[in-house]
């Protein structure tokens, strides 16, 4: 039907006028319903008089008969750009009233959504479209986040999990791909902020969800208002260490290959109900001044774990040297310093070490397993005089089980090169699972080791394998959003996550905690001083999530080609001091 004779009416009776922001993106998002699409389109076209772009939520019209044309001539009424959705299609036209482009749901998992919109006195912004559930598979993301999207919008019809979940899921989204997160449902709306509160420039907004605000608007429905900084957004990307090292993964050719249209749920390792709950002790310790002392320490806190009932011990990262706390510094500039960095690296610590021989033995001892950080090197690492001690080691988690076999040593992937304590590192090549027994059961576990969780393939990868537990030992200063991130790798993986920082020091600031496979909180987050937290897993939950229809549609794993492509045309170059390339991850 032709709307422009009745919406010229109707736009009379509504006396709402808002002045325009043209430093900011300003997004308008329809909720409510109303089975007479002219009084939709009237308010989409009144939201033009203040908005660059409207957001409906999923499935907003029963029937996609007609939206099309409908909506064209309200986008060119209004000169605003619509994000409309009818069934499972979401129609993009822009503020000249231009088709953009239609999508249907699946499609961001599978090929390219993202595109250019010209939104009034904004110029082109690149967008990314995803529906239904999409957001919860981070690849989908990922791949639009390399395609360039700098926004990325999320519809939903209703949403299936819990506030605080979802919550965490948008800010991870934002966090992790530095893109602005526009996600609505029928009676809902949130904008996950792109800014990392690591990186202060460009960082003029200090929550990790931005502000999202009703307007008053007559009848049935409602909308509300949000906006932001295109220019902080773009500030942000180019910012070397976000911009560059964190939205440009590695190359990933476990999630390169198969493109399944259809996913594949995560394996559940044990389909029979062969173990309960499962509990970590995660061990939030200061930093310790010197090896000796290290081991020591450790030991005694896991004799604690141990009578507390836990069947693994969690440290922090590289507790073997305390981190960086015997760390002297160094200027790339000034080799005297420079040479004593280096010496650093001789307090790392071999297989067949005392710090692994004891620990192998204290958890045969006292019935546990042991997750414990090191620096380690490999055996052959130290050879020539003229590279005598200055090879460099790995930042590492040795897994121990009851019975004192290692089970799992596991390289950090992610190494920080910008930091100069990690730059004399080696960085991992692959991420791995292993089964250990504890004396309630067997239960597969994997490991991250702090900045890893910032990527999102990392857990995927680990996922992939059917892990259940994903231990990881941590060393940062941990803002509310890092935090999130932890429990969006569980629920997004249906894995449960314990995560082991230092109590409060030069380096660190504790907030050591857990997540179910739910994303639910378990423990924590700790406060700064040094405590021990007992996180307890249902893993029979767990397995009985994975196994349900509801569990393996929300965990299902695409396949997606594209991500591998752009690390053969734009690959970042992990260098470690030696300049070395690390590799691809394999």
């Given at each position: 039907?032709?709307?422009?004779?009745?919406?010229?009416?109707?736009?009379?009776?509504?006396?709402?006028?808002?002045?325009?922001?043209?430093?900011?993106?300003?997004?308008?998002?329809?909720?409510?319903?109303?089975?007479?699409?002219?009084?939709?389109?009237?308010?989409?076209?009144?939201?033009?008089?203040?908005?660059?772009?409207?957001v409906f939520p999923g499935s907003y019209?029963?029937?996609?008969?007609g939206v099309l044309q409908e909506q064209l001539e309200a986008s060119k009424l209004g000169k605003v750009a619509i994000?409309?959705?009818?069934?499972?299609?979401?129609?993009?036209?822009?503020?000249?009233?231009?088709?953009?482009?239609?999508?249907?749901?699946?499609?961001?998992?599978?090929?390219?959504?993202?595109?250019?919109?010209?939104?009034?006195?904004?110029?082109?912004?690149?967008?990314?479209?995803?529906?239904?559930?999409?957001?919860?598979?981070?690849?989908?993301?990922?791949?639009?986040?390399?395609?360039?999207?700098?926004?990325?919008?999320?519809?939903?019809?209703?949403?299936?999990?819990?506030?605080?979940?979802?919550?965490?899921?948008?800010?991870?989204?934002?966090?992790?791909?530095?893109?602005?997160?526009?996600?609505?449902?029928?009676?809902?709306?949130?904008?996950?902020?792109?800014?990392?509160?690591?990186?202060?420039?460009?960082?003029?907004?200090?929550?990790?969800?931005?502000?999202?605000?009703?307007v008053p608007n007559p009848g049935p429905i409602s909308i509300s208002r949000a906006n932001f900084s295109l220019a902080d957004l773009r500030l942000q990307r180019s910012n070397t260490i976000w911009g560059d090292a964190f939205r440009r993964p590695y190359t990933y050719q476990p999630l390169c290959g198969l493109n399944s249209d259809e996913g594949e749920g995560l394996p559940a390792t044990f389909t029979q109900a062969d173990v309960s709950n499962i509990t970590v002790a995660i061990l939030q310790m200061k930093t310790?001044?010197?090896?000796?002392?290290?081991?020591?320490?450790?030991?005694?806190?896991?004799?604690?774990?141990?009578?507390?009932?836990?069947?693994?011990?969690?440290?922090?990262?590289?507790?073997?040297?305390?981190?960086?706390?015997?760390?002297p510094g160094y200027s790339p500039s000034d080799f005297q310093k420079l040479g004593a960095a280096f010496q650093w690296t001789h307090l790392s610590?071999?297989?067949?070490?005392?710090?692994?021989?004891s620990l192998q033995s204290l958890a045969v001892e006292l019935d546990i397993a042991i997750a414990a950080g090191m620096m380690r090197r490999d055996e052959g690492d130290i050879g020539s005089a003229s590279q005598a001690g200055l090879w460099p080691p790995h930042n590492s988690v040795?897994?121990?089980?009851?019975?004192?076999?290692?089970k799992l040593v596991y390289d950090k992937v992610h190494t920080c090169v910008w930091s100069p304590e990690e730059s004399l590192t080696t960085p991992g090549r692959q991420f791995s699972t292993a089964t250990i027994n504890t004396k309630h059961g067997n239960v597969t576990v994997g490991a991250m080791i702090c900045a890893d969780r910032e990527f999102p393939e990392s857990a995927r990868t680990l996922g992939m394998q059917g892990v259940e537990l994903i231990l990881t030992p941590n060393a940062c200063g941990l803002v509310p959003a890092q935090l999130r991130q932890f429990a969006t790798r569980a629920a997004e993986n249906g894995?449960?996550?314990?995560?082991?920082?230092?109590?409060?020091?030069?380096?660190?600031?504790?907030?050591?905690?857990?997540?179910?496979?739910?994303?639910?909180?378990?423990?924590?987050?700790?406060?700064?001083?040094?405590?021990?937290?007992?996180?307890?897993f249902d893993i029979a939950a767990l397995?009985?999530?994975?196994?349900?229809?509801?569990?393996?549609?929300?965990?299902?794993?695409?396949?997606?080609?594209?991500i591998c492509d752009f690390q053969k045309n734009n690959a970042f170059q992990r260098e470690n001091a030696y300049n070395r390339n690390a590799g691809a991850v394999v």
């Open positions: 039907m032709l709307l422009r004779p009745v919406l010229m009416v109707l736009l009379t009776q509504v006396s709402l006028t808002l002045s325009l922001e043209n430093e900011d993106l300003i997004v308008a998002f329809i909720h409510g319903t109303s089975s007479n699409h002219t009084q939709v389109w009237a308010a989409c076209m009144k939201a033009g008089e203040w908005a660059d772009i409207v019209f029963p029937s996609c008969a994000a409309s959705t009818c069934e499972s299609m979401m129609i993009l036209t822009d503020a000249t009233g231009n088709h953009v482009t239609s999508i249907t749901e699946g499609d961001s998992l599978k090929t390219n959504t993202t595109v250019s919109l010209s939104c009034r006195q904004k110029g082109p912004i690149t967008v990314g479209l995803l529906l239904g559930d999409e957001l919860w598979e981070p690849l989908g993301a990922r791949t639009q986040m390399l395609y360039g999207a700098e926004v990325l919008i999320s519809s939903v019809a209703a949403d299936k999990h819990s506030l605080n979940v979802t919550q965490n899921m948008v800010v991870t989204r934002g966090f992790e791909n530095a893109a602005a997160v526009l996600y609505t449902t029928s009676t809902d709306a949130m904008v996950g902020n792109w800014c990392n509160d690591m990186i202060a420039d460009g960082c003029q907004h200090g929550s990790e969800l931005l502000d999202v605000t009703t310790c001044e010197n090896n000796t002392y290290c081991l020591q320490k450790l030991q005694a806190e896991v004799r604690k774990a141990a009578a507390s009932g836990a069947d693994i011990a969690l440290t922090p990262e590289m507790w073997s040297t305390g981190y960086n706390a015997q760390y610590s071999g297989m067949k070490s005392e710090y692994v021989t040795l897994i121990i089980d009851r019975h004192g076999d290692i894995a449960a996550v314990a995560m082991a920082n230092y109590a409060a020091s030069a380096c660190c600031n504790g907030r050591s905690v857990a997540f179910d496979h739910m994303g639910m909180t378990v423990t924590g987050p700790a406060g700064p001083e040094e405590t021990m937290l007992l996180a307890h397995r009985k999530h994975r196994s349900s229809s509801y569990g393996q549609q929300l965990i299902q794993v695409h396949k997606n080609p594209k």
